[in-house]
């Protein structure tokens, strides 16, 4: 009884409730309307129609352009009012009014790209391709002399993680998806009031929708109060509208503006297994120090200023270069930040980019496998290529209707000679591509359509770097510790289930 009590007064119960509510009263009131008035239902047919062909000449994938089609011409009178609620992808620009260039020299980035594209003489292909996609899609620098270190489980990059914090002397910045309350929290938020009761600036950004079953309605007031300078972003509103799809799922911990930390790993017990879900939780993630870390710091004081309407100057926080002479790295990386509020996709981009420019191998985790056709066939592409492209996708999964949609692009793939292996420990939440050994992805980036156009998103391309043996030889293991999925146990699946899971990914755009 006290549970259904706590679920009936809890925030996602009266979010769930009231959308409910709205649906209801938008479908009674079109159907009420409809069916009294011809002019009305002519009305709605004409705007269905005009919204069909919008979407026809839209840019977007190929895939979310057939679902809304469909669904606007198979209820024609409902069909263009759903898209005008929720087909949309984008939120308003004003996310973007108070962009990084409005503080910082822009110009000295471009330059250092035109040196790194000098110094390489045009001859460095892979290199010379990505520096120039990631200026393209959102002015992102590409930086030398940074330390890499790669970490193969959320257990070990927590130790270091801890580690950081604890040494933190000026300010510590937290972006995460998911924050739960339990024994990974607690002890870094014991470190937190720490820093915050020995001056430093401490401040944190946690997703809305990403928290709303894990923390009280107050907590953010809480921890202000703390002294822990604290937004929920994005908050879940009872409203029908398409900015509610657009969620922070970037995960980065930035100190005193010379270490980050980004990957797929949350703030809550599981992903440090310390907790059991999904069997075991394999993630992975990256830390650097250098130059680069600067993108994490003016990625996260964007977002921050939004929330706060307040201008945090970026040159407070950045570090001139000298501050950076005794760290000395291998290689090149470009950190990178992914928004819907865009046209660019620079997750998508990043993955495509290395995949076409493959010559050995393009081997990637994701826990979901939800893809577009232009994906599909760059992915089909590679193997005729002689690319040898590997897939690795959770056992166990943790979203049954996603991972039935995983499952459905697993016949046409293994057919066409892509190699799907599932992770037999359990679920594995980690982010990371490599392509030839020589280029490396990690961040929060999946292979979906939320990572691609819905969420916001970061990571890092590595190039060259001294971390990519360890990336290496981490997916060398989980293809150990893999079952590789053949293409005679997919056509022995039962019809109906192969059926039912075609269907679902008509639908995938939308999950």
Not at 37 to 55: E, K, P
Not at 182 to 197: C, F, H, R, S
Not at 215 to 235: M, V
Not at 337 to 348: E, F, I, L, M, R
Request: charged share 25%; glycine share 6%; proline share 3%.
């Amino acid at each position: 009884m006290r549970k259904i009590l706590k679920l009936l007064k809890s925030k996602a119960f009266y979010i769930v409730t009231s959308l409910l509510l709205q649906i209801i009263a938008i479908i009674f009131i079109i159907t009420y309307f409809s069916t009294r008035f011809q002019f009305f239902y002519f009305f709605m047919l004409v705007l269905s129609t005009i919204i069909a062909i919008h979407v026809c000449n839209r840019e977007s994938d190929s895939s979310s352009k057939l679902l809304w089609v469909f669904l606007i011409l198979s209820v024609p009178v409902f069909g263009g009012i759903t898209y005008l609620l929720f087909g949309g992808r984008k939120i308003p620009k004003v996310l973007m009014s108070k962009d990084r260039q409005a503080y910082s020299d822009y110009k000295r980035y471009a330059l250092q790209n035109i040196k790194t594209l000098e110094k390489t003489n045009g001859e460095d292909y892979t290199l010379d391709k990505m520096i120039s996609m990631a200026w393209s899609n959102g002015y992102f620098p590409v930086y030398e002399d940074c330390k890499t270190k790669y970490f193969e489980s959320g257990e070990v990059m927590y130790k270091s993680i801890m580690d950081a914090l604890k040494s933190a002397k000026k300010f510590i910045f937290i972006e995460t998806f998911i924050l739960d309350q339990g024994n990974m929290w607690d002890e870094i938020l014991a470190v937190l009031l720490e820093k915050v009761n020995e001056g430093l600036d401490v401040r944190l950004i946690y997703d809305d929708f990403g928290t709303i079953t894990h923390l009280k309605e107050d907590y953010e007031t809480w921890l202000n109060a703390q002294g822990i300078r604290t937004y929920s972003f994005n908050k879940i509103r009872p409203q029908l509208a398409v900015q509610m799809n657009n969620r922070d799922h970037r995960k980065m911990i930035i100190i005193d503006g010379f270490k980050a930390y980004t990957g797929g790993i949350n703030i809550a017990d599981e992903y440090i297994n310390t907790k059991e879900r999904f069997g075991y939780w394999k993630d992975m993630g990256i830390m650097i120090e250098g130059k680069g870390v600067e993108m994490f710091t003016i990625s996260f004081l964007q977002i921050w200023n939004y929330q706060s309407h307040e201008n945090s100057q970026y040159d407070d926080f950045l570090l001139p270069d000298q501050a950076f002479e005794k760290i000395h790295g291998k290689g090149y990386i470009i950190p990178f930040s992914d928004s819907p509020t865009d046209d660019a996709n620079p997750g998508k981009n990043m993955h495509l980019n290395m995949l076409n420019g493959a010559v050995d191998y393009f081997w990637i985790t994701t826990p979901y496998l939800v893809l577009d056709a232009e994906m599909i066939d760059a992915l089909v592409l590679a193997v005729n290529n002689g690319v040898d492209v590997r897939i690795v996708v959770p056992g166990i999964p943790d979203k049954k209707l996603v991972y039935e949609v995983t499952k459905s692009n697993y016949e046409y793939l293994i057919k066409k000679g892509v190699k799907i292996y599932e992770y037999t420990p359990g679920f594995i939440h980690g982010k990371v591509c490599l392509s030839d050994g020589q280029s490396a992805l990690v961040g929060t980036v999946n292979m979906d359509f939320r990572s691609y156009y819905t969420n916001y998103e970061c990571g890092i391309w590595l190039y060259k770097t001294e971390c990519l043996p360890a990336i290496k030889k981490d997916l060398e293991q989980i293809f150990k510790d893999s079952h590789p999925v053949t293409y005679e146990e997919c056509r022995n699946v039962n019809p109906l289930v192969r059926y039912y899971r075609n269907i679902l990914r008509i639908f995938s755009p939308l999950m």
